[in-house]
Each structure stands twice: as C-alpha cells, then as structure tokens.
C-alpha cells in the first residue's frame, strides 16, 4: 500500500491520418479479442512515481481544485511547464521547498520531511518533464494525472 502516481500520455487516433489509421491498424493486428471494436485512443504511462507526495500535492493545489480524490484529471501543458519550473527552483534554492512545493502528510504518503527520498522525487521529475516537455512528437499528446493509495 501506498502513493502511486500516475502521469498518463493518451493520443486519439484519427481515423483520416494516413499514420494514426496504421497505428490502429498495427494494434487492431495484435490478439486483443476486440470482436470488430476500433482502437480509437492508445494510452502510454508518461511517468510513475510512488510516494513523491510533494509532487502530489502540487497536482491537487494545481490541477485538481485542491480536490484530494483518486480521479483521473486533464493536465495542460503549461500546467506542466509549471510544474517543472518549480522543481527547478526548489532544487536551485533548497530553502523554498517548504513553501515553493511542500510534502504533503498521509496516510502510506511516505515521510513529510524534504529528506533524501524528497530530492529524489524533484530530480526524477524534472528530469522526465523534461524529456516529455521537450519532446516534438509528445506535442500530438494529451496528459492525464491520477493517484491511488
């Protein structure tokens, strides 16, 4: 049991693209059991985290109304870029953390403290933001954050 978060990359496959129908194609091709069902979306995990509860928080602060619920939620670009501007500043300046981008306490959320696992969780994430971010061909994708425990 625990925080697991989850930053979900999900594409529409348009049917009139010449490229998305051969990705539709090449998946409807696999043993999926789809009985004449179109594949119409793929979804990817963009990135994984377990217990980064600071990086929770911003979600819920940021994304989610300050709504702490387990539900799936659109994530904007710039709500992204944001994201990843502030992990560089926390890590720039270590004395913001607490108020920049503070752990958030819960329940199997792993350690309140900006701790070791803390720095960890800023540095994985602006490393993958910033593979994601920089991506052109992640630009034709959408992003969707949930969180289970």
Known sequence: MGLDMYLTAKRYLFKVRAEDKAIAEAIGQLDLNHN??????IACEAIYWRKANAIHNW???NVQSGVDDCREYYVTRPQLHSLLSVCKEV?????KAEDLLPPMPGFFFGSAEVNEWYWDDIKSTIGELTDILG???SQEWEFYYASSW
């Open 36 to 41: 004449g069902m179109r594949i119409k979306e």
């Open 135 to 137: 991506d052109s061909v």
């Open 59 to 61: 979600f819920v602060q």
């Open 91 to 95: 890590l720039a300046t270590p004395s």
